[in-house]
Antibody
Framework: EVQLVESGGDLVQPGGSLRLSCSAS????????MHWVRQAPGKGLEYVSG????????NYVDSVKGRFTISRDNSKNTLYFQMNSLRLEDTAVYYC??????????WGQGTLVTVSS | EVVMTQSPLSLPGPLGQPASISCRSS???????????LTWFHQRPGQSPRRLIY???NRDSGVPDRFSGSGSGTDFTLKISRVEAEDVGVYYC?????????FGQGTRVEIE
């Protein structure tokens, strides 16, 4: 059974940093691209970032470029998301999502990041 | 950025009646490899999104056959042949043909 378990969400002040983790199991992690999608409270889904299976190619939505970094450790079956210079508008539930060849088949339960002073 | 526009944004679905959600993209979603990466998700209150339909019309295992997806190019539709109580929630379309990936605004289905 595929499982994606996010962790690391917390309350942080504007300008602060957080690192999210997503622990994967039930599939061969190193064979699949992975993504982060977020959802602000009461709002819709927003694609944030993705990384290739080997970790050699990453993409970001413009609003997080230069502030957030996606990475992965295939030996640990773990996806990471380093979030720096956090802003109020980054407040959201962050989902870890598995990429099944261009379509996203499994989602984690999400981890809440709250940016507030 | 590809803009995904869903309509309607709210759908009061009478039990047992059909329902239809439109998703239009600002650019063609046909990839250079010939695939069209248009996916439909369903999100129930308090839950993570669940994939229903991928590559326009492929239904996920376990998804009832009353759900169907169709369309091509820039114009796509999710149909529910007979709305049931468990179908309540928000439906999103998403494109993964072009970067950055983008979602529609979501369509809320409420059961009358």
């Amino acid at each position: 059974e595929v499982q994606l378990v996010e962790s690391g969400g917390d309350l942080v002040q504007p300008g602060g940093s957080l690192r999210l983790s997503c622990s994967a199991s039930g599939f061969t992690f190193s064979n699949y691209g992975m993504h982060w999608v977020r959802q602000a409270p009461g709002k819709g889904l927003e694609y944030v970032s993705g990384i290739s299976s080997k970790g050699d190619n990453a993409n970001y939505v413009d609003s997080v470029k230069g502030r957030f970094t996606i990475s992965r450790d295939n030996s640990k079956n773990t996806l990471y998301f380093q979030m720096n210079s956090l802003r109020l508008e980054d407040t959201a539930v962050y989902y870890c999502v598995k990429d099944d060849g261009g379509t996203y088949d499994y989602w984690g339960q999400g981890t809440l990041v709250t940016v507030s002073s | 950025e590809v803009v995904m526009t869903q309509s309607p944004l709210s759908l009061p679905g009478p039990l047992g009646q059909p329902a239809s959600i439109s998703c239009r993209s600002s650019q063609s979603l046909v990839h250079s490899n010939g695939n069209t990466y248009l996916t439909w998700f369903h999100q129930r209150p308090g839950q993570s999104p669940r994939r229903l339909i991928y590559k326009v019309s492929n239904r996920d295992s376990g998804v009832p056959d009353r759900f169907s997806g169709s369309g091509s190019g820039t114009d796509f539709t999710l149909k529910i042949s007979r709305v049931e109580a468990e179908d309540v929630g928000v439906y999103y379309c998403m494109q993964a043909t072009l970067w950055p990936r983008t979602f529609g605004q979501g369509t809320r289905v409420e059961i009358e």
